[in-house]
């Protein structure tokens, strides 16, 4: 089955870039996500992008994808203490009609002021 | 952008008694809705698919008769915890998907359940 690996922590200074990666392993064509979670809040998602691009760019937040080594990285500009939160990497496969979100662990972000 | 409500955000029951929790999709009309449940510093976990108008989907190791799910409308969805007990405590989190628009999974604040 589909597997999303992510680290745990991360911790960066205030007007730092961030860089939380993650990996996944299947094969076919698929959306990855990125889902943002505030203390005992539920997800808001951040952006996606479909397995047949490299990059998408929003605001501050650049996500890049390498296909070949199945990695995705989720690039936050000038990072504010209100990034402070955890990440979450999911993926979605195309293929089949159940299409079952498949999340990582959380990164948890936190923001040194 | 799609919204999903989800109700009560946070509810104490006593062990033995039932809870339902809501989860409507407001602006949007969703035939599939999926319920997470999220233990402390864990990722979510997939507990059950609502199908509008037949029997949700559960997954592997999620008791059916002790979480209820009821997809009677396309745009609402609940779930009961029955019987609940104190290892059923934990943050549920319910998804849907505006498939007419595409895009990403839309979830709920979260339901935060302590069973005493």
New interface residues.
Partial sequence: GEDVEQSLFLSVREGDSSVINCTYTDSSST?L?W?KQEP??????LT?IFSNMDMKQDQRLTVLLNKKDKHLSLRIADTQTGDSAIY?C?E?PTAGG????T????TKLQVIP | GAVVS?HPSWVICKSGTSVKIECRSLDFQATTM?WYRQFPK???M?MA?SNEGSKA?YEQGVEKDKFLINHASLTLSTLTVTSAHPEDSSFY?C?A?DSATG????????T?LTVV
């Fill in positions: 959306y996500y889902y005992g809040a539920g997800l808001q998602l996606y979450f999911a979605i159940y299409q079952k979100v999340f990582g662990i959380g | 989800q999926f864990q990722s979510l997939l698919t989907t989190i998804s998907r895009g990403g999974y839309t979830f709920g604040s979260g935060r």
